[in-house]
């Protein structure tokens, strides 16, 4: 699986906040790494820059200097929708009219083709569903309304889902779709008494690294509009559904561990979901490990709840980015090598417990286990802290299609066969709301099939084989 992507918008009147959007973006490198970009406002015009590659790689000292004003948005990406390549990097810049303004998106839209066919964008020219979104907006701002009522009048026909950060003239806007499948939260900077300025992000580090206060998680349908250091509300959309549909591999997985999504820690989250696991599905070993980085608080948890003893088996390559993009199966199982490397003395002749986060092909997973017999385990039982993966997701997670997902076509016995390991289980789907702490429903059509918002038949057949 691929990530979303990582959003940031920053007001702080009479500062220069391009060093503060590059410390954001870099807090938020693990939701994308295909692109960085940047826009900032100087109070003359909108400057845009933007790359493929990490954050740190995009920029430097002179293009964050070159990066004037005191309101910006920032972008990290992969692409769920539209070409990886440089055209579809973030954010969207569009001049209309008197009104520029500038757009980062994370999510997936599910009517991209109507929009697009709305938004005069021919066949074969799609970049990506957000140049989409951007290119509606300036068609309403070119009739002359504002960048918010060009926003109003462009989302309520816009399926999906997005958290989306805009700068305009001196505004700087972000919005939730009506579900809320992606996080985007607001941050202040300065005191309550006396705000310096404010701050929008995908994930709650992302203010902490820049010294900014969490204030709150914008709802979903919420449009916020900063503006003179004033931060207004209005609930844009209806909620879609009595409860919110945050994405439940934010918690799994993708979020960061120190994040706080739904007023839950995630690292927290994820060492319940290790106990609840050894509780449901307990088996003797001589150690419990995790895989990096995602399943190692919940080999914790494992640990802490069946009294074996913790331990790391596997040193991450932290420098090839927290996922490979491999074209095809082969050079995938060579990419797991390529990662991670067992740590010998702590495998050899032991019974594990292997913590992941989830299985989707399962060729990774088979070259891990391959790899651990390799360096001499005498036992590998397998536990996942999410259900399994049977669906595509068409919400902003870049999936295989179904038939590729092991779990849609596969028994659990037969995925372990499929696998190599000695024992497979998942946690359940009631233990695992029950380790987030979930009183509400989340997003978990990967996991039951049963999608929240509308998914076009031809969207869902795309998914559906290879
Ligand atoms: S389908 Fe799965 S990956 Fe996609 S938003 Fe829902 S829970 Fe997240």
Redesign the pocket.
């Known amino acids: ?1 691929k990530e979303a992507c990582g959003v940031v918008g920053i007001m702080a009147p009479g500062r220069a906040v391009s060093h503060l959007v590059y410390d954001a973006l870099v807090a938020l490198q693990h939701r994308g790494q295909e692109s960085a970009g940047m826009a900032t406002w100087d109070h003359e015009g909108i400057t845009v820059f933007k790359d493929n590659g990490l954050v740190a790689s995009v920029f430097n000292e002179q293009s964050l200097h070159s990066l004037r004003g005191d309101l910006a948005i920032g972008h990290t990406r992969y692409s769920t929708s539209g070409s990886a390549n440089w055209t579809a990097a973030q954010p969207v810049y569009r001049s209309a009219g008197r009104v520029g303004f500038a757009l980062g998106h994370n999510g997936n839209l599910t009517n991209t083709d109507v929009l697009a066919t709305r938004a005069g964008v021919l066949p074969g020219m799609l970049i990506s569903d957000s140049d989409v979104l951007a290119q509606l907006i300036a068609f309403r701002c070119e009739e002359g309304r504002t960048l918010t009522d060009a926003l109003s009048d462009v989302l309520v026909d816009v399926e999906g ?1 997005y958290s989306l950060v805009i700068l305009g003239d001196g505004v700087l806007h972000g919005v939730r779709d009506p579900f809320g ?1 992606r996080p985007l939260c607001l941050g202040r900077l300065g005191t309550p008494d006396a705000p310096e300025g404010w701050v929008l992000a995908s994930e709650t580090p992302a203010l902490e690294v820049i010294g900014a206060s969490f204030v709150r998680e914008v709802r979903p349908g919420e449009l916020i509009t900063i503006s003179d250091n004033v931060v207004s509300s209005v609930q844009l959309l209806s909620p879609q559904s009595s409860d919110e549909k945050l ?4 918690f799994v997985y993708f979020a960061r561990p120190d994040a706080y999504l739904m007023g839950h820690q995630v690292h927290s989250a994820r060492h319940r979901m290790g106990e609840a696991l050894a509780k449901q599905s307990f088996v003797d070993a001589d150690l419990v490990m995790g895989v990096p980085d995602s399943g190692v608080p919940a080999a914790e948890g494992f640990a802490a709840a069946s009294g074996i003893p913790f331990g790391f088996g596997l040193v991450k390559n932290r420098y090839i980015g927290r996922t490979f993009i491999a074209p095809d199966q082969i050079s995938r199982s060579k990419g797991v090598r390529r990662k991670l490397n067992p740590l010998r003395e702590n495998i050899e002749g032991r019974r594990l417990v292997v913590v992941d986060d989830s299985i989707v092909r399962g060729t990774t997973t088979q070259a891990l286990v391959a790899m651990l017999r390799d360096a001499g385990a005498k036992e590998v039982h397998l536990r996942i802290s999410s259900p399994p993966f049977a ?1 595509p ?5 870049d ?1 295989p299609t179904r038939d590729e997902l092991l779990a849609s076509r596969h028994s659990v016995e037969e995925m372990r066969a499929f696998i190599g390991a000695d024992s497979l289980a998942f946690i359940s789907m009631e233990n695992l709301r029950s380790a987030i702490g979930l009183d509400s429903e ?6 039951t099939g049963n ?1 929240p918002a509308p998914v076009p038949v031809g969207v869902r057949q795309a998914k559906s084989s290879t």
């Open positions: 699986m889902a499948f994405c439940i591999f934010e669906w997701c068409f919400y902003g997670i999936t989340c997003c978990d059509a990967c996991l999608y």
